[in-house]
């Protein structure tokens, strides 16, 4: 425990500050249409001038364009900033800087996966303080003073990132190969749409990857140690959805319930994490995509169970609780075997879905350079149930090697 008195001191002082401050939570508009009624409720704001942030892929759904029209039907003048890319970097953000500028926007609507949302973040900070997107990596409190940028609303279109919902933004640094996190509550967006008819036309893998990112995400936050009462049950109400909903809506994507249920687990998810932190899963994940581009969910769903194998001496009762929450828990069992049967359940998840359980892209020679990103990233930042030292993830690394 000595080794570690400075990151736990550190996660302390958060826990502290965390029962002081009030983030906020985003009024969210529920339902089949609700992102045109949000829509409707921007205009009806008085906004006259929107930039709409979005991606390439979803922009051919044609999702993109109903929503500017909607607008522009209440005499909105939208533009569309399309270019946004998986793991958006800081050209790509400065950019955006520059379409928000020379359009004179007076609202961002973000729609989209956590890309688009953390895109519309990030440049919505650059905007506000002038910086450069390198220069606001790190925790809110080091950004303070500075003016509110202008209001950002968003509708997701998967289920999985939480993105909405939190005070987050994940931003690449392409020479450095890794990615850095953006914190300040002035990130939340002021009005959130979760419109199950958007996501109908996700891929079974997208489905699969983004809904296990969003029980990473409340695993993380419940098996932490920052979690207050609010957040658990929020976790837990998280994870009960997912273990009901999550292999509908794999299975049956037009299962409308199950979409609108997924939805609402990854924004309680989101509201857990943003608040309680998340943990090593996150911290080797965010390497793998920095470095290899492996998507965030599908890397933190490969990286979890492994990760959980070592916490478990530390939170086995957590993640026994876990295990009740998503209706897998074996009924007369103890809490070291229902921490064993979630661990196993998540394995099953993957298997079924059609995730791997290896890193193809991963290589030996890179392990100490992951090794120290995730660490560094980990420690002082995120609520670790049990401390890692680099000989434990170099453990967990060589299981993800391909060639085993």
């Not at 929503?67 to 005499?75: I, K, T, Y």
């Not at 279109?157 to 993105?163: A, C, D, L, P």
């Not at 199950?258 to 943003?274: D, I, K, S, V, Y």
């Not at 892209?361 to 890179?366: G, Y």
Request: charged share 20%; with cysteine.
């Amino acid at each position: 425990m000595s080794a570690y008195w400075i990151p736990r001191l550190q996660i302390a002082v958060n826990k502290i500050a965390l029962k002081v401050l009030r983030f906020p939570v985003p009024e969210t508009i529920r339902g089949v249409d609700s992102s045109l009624t949000l829509c409707d409720e921007m205009a009806a704001a008085g906004l006259q001038r929107v930039l709409l942030v979005t991606d390439g892929p979803l922009m051919r759904t044609g999702i993109p364009e109903r929503l500017a029209a909607h607008l522009r039907q209440r005499d909105v003048a939208v533009e569309v900033f399309s270019d946004v890319e998986p793991d958006p970097d800081y050209a790509l953000v400065l950019r955006g800087v520059e379409r928000l500028n020379a359009f004179n926007a007076q609202a961002v609507l973000a729609v989209g996966g956590g890309s688009p949302i953390d895109c519309a973040k990030s440049m919505l900070m650059c905007q506000a303080t002038g910086k450069h997107p390198s220069k606001l990596t790190g925790v809110w409190l080091y950004h303070l003073p500075r003016p509110h940028g202008l209001p950002l609303y968003a509708i997701p279109t998967t289920s999985g990132t939480g993105s909405e919902a939190t005070v987050a933004a994940i931003v690449s640094d392409r020479a450095e190969q890794t990615k850095y996190s953006i914190i300040d509550p002035k990130l939340l967006p002021i009005k959130v749409a979760l419109d199950p008819a958007l996501t109908v036309g996700l891929p079974p893998a997208v489905t699969a990857a983004t809904g296990m990112d969003a029980l990473t995400h409340a695993v993380e936050a419940y098996i932490g140690t920052m979690g207050t009462k609010e957040t658990n049950a929020w976790a837990l109400r998280a994870t009960e959805l997912i273990g009901a909903n999550l292999s509908k809506a794999y299975a049956l994507g037009t299962d409308m319930e199950a979409r609108a249920n997924m939805q609402e687990a990854a924004l309680l998810a989101g509201l857990a994490f943003t608040r309680a932190t998340v943990g090593y899963v996150h911290a080797i994940a965010h390497q793998l995509g920095g470095l290899y581009h492996v998507p965030h969910g599908l890397a933190n769903a490969i990286v979890m169970p492994h990760v959980l194998d070592f916490c478990k001496s530390a939170c086995t009762d957590r993640l026994a609780d876990l295990a009740r929450a998503a209706g897998i828990a074996v009924a007369g069992a103890n809490d070291t075997e229902n921490a064993d049967r979630m661990i196993a359940w998540i394995r099953e998840m993957n298997a079924a879905m059609g995730i791997p359980s290896t890193v193809n892209a991963l290589r030996e020679a890179d392990f100490d350079r992951i090794i120290a990103h995730a660490l560094t990233e980990a420690h002082g930042t995120y609520a670790i149930p049990r401390y890692m030292q680099k000989d434990d993830a170099r453990g967990i690394l060589r299981q993800l090697l391909a060639t085993n």
